[in-house]
């Protein structure tokens, strides 16, 4: 599958908003200021969010390119389909002066997915790495078989018969595409007794990776991160946690971050939530 890295400035765009609306509706308009030639593309394609640092955070699904209009905007139909409300009222007050940002094109996306990735680990389509930040896009191939596991489906046979590790930097790492299966088969590794009730629950606070159960009846909400994780992550396991707590009326409510490798700044962040645990994986989950 074909695919693009880009640069996205929290400070104009949340993302989060955009999760919202992908759980509500089929399609969101993502404006971008750089033309991308669409016709090199097969479609659907992959678009790797860069959003600070040297971190690729999400990974959205993107149907089609087509030309920036502000009529995406202003014409009320329309942006109900594919903005989020808040965007829309950002364009009519326009903060931050957004109305006379050279937009250039609209990214179709059908979906929007958590994807802790190394950005300077991508590699570009005609050979070579990826040495900074996009100004505007790069063409990149998807790491490993990453550009089939936004919603794997592997049994367990497979898992068995196909190797779940691979060499990378002196350290084995899991495979991207089975890492949701690899945890999935492995709970009691995770916590004793912890018992798995969804898988990929669809929310209007977003997509949860897995929604699980202790032994003393507590929901318990895992993320999974496949490469190293970022203070961002606790923002987003607490949202989640957050609408567990209100829709299944309990405020016994846990979260686990499962990651590749742990970040200072997200243990930092941690340690001020009490409810929330990290946990990093190797050859097994520890």
């Not at 074909?2 to 759980?23: E, G, K, Y």
């Not at 209009?69 to 829309?88: C, F, G, M, N």
């Not at 299944?248 to 340690?271: E, F, H, N, P, Q």
Request: neutral net charge; glycine residues 6%.
């Amino acid at each position: 599958m074909d695919a693009i890295l880009f640069s996205a400035n929290p400070t104009m765009v949340m993302v989060d908003d955009a999760i919202r609306h992908l759980a509500e509706h089929d399609e969101l308009y993502w404006s971008v200021p750089f033309l991308i030639d669409r016709n090199k593309f097969v479609f659907p394609i992959l678009g790797y969010m860069h959003i600070c640092g040297n971190q690729v955070e999400y990974v959205a699904t993107i149907k089609e390119i087509i030309p920036f209009s502000p009529q995406h905007y202003e014409d009320k139909e329309l942006s109900q389909r594919v903005k989020p409300a808040i965007w829309s009222r950002e364009w009519e007050e326009n903060l931050e002066n957004c109305r006379s940002y050279p937009w250039k094109n609209a990214l179709v996306m059908t979906r929007i997915e958590p994807f802790s990735y190394n950005t300077y680990r991508l590699e570009k389509y005609g050979g070579g790495v990826v040495r900074l930040p996009p100004q505007g896009y790069i063409r990149v191939l998807p790491p490993g078989t990453a550009a089939k596991s936004i919603t794997p489906s592997v049994s367990k046979v497979d898992i068995i018969q196909k190797p779940l590790l691979v060499a990378s930097n002196q350290r084995s790492v899991l495979v991207e595409s089975h890492l949701e299966d690899f945890v999935v088969l492995q709970l009691q590794e995770i916590e004793p007794g912890l018992k798995l009730l969804e898988r990929q629950l669809s929310t209007p606070a977003g997509r949860l990776d897995l929604l699980c159960q202790d032994v003393l009846g507590r929901y318990v909400v895992v993320e999974l991160k496949r490469q190293q994780g970022t203070d961002q992550v606790v923002g987003q396991i607490l949202r989640y946690m957050g609408w567990v707590q209100e829709n299944y009326a309990s405020d016994k409510v846990r979260g686990i971050i499962v990651v590749g490798k742990k970040d200072t700044m997200m243990l930092y962040a941690v340690k001020a939530v009490p409810n929330i645990q990290v946990k990093e994986f190797k050859l097994s989950i520890e």
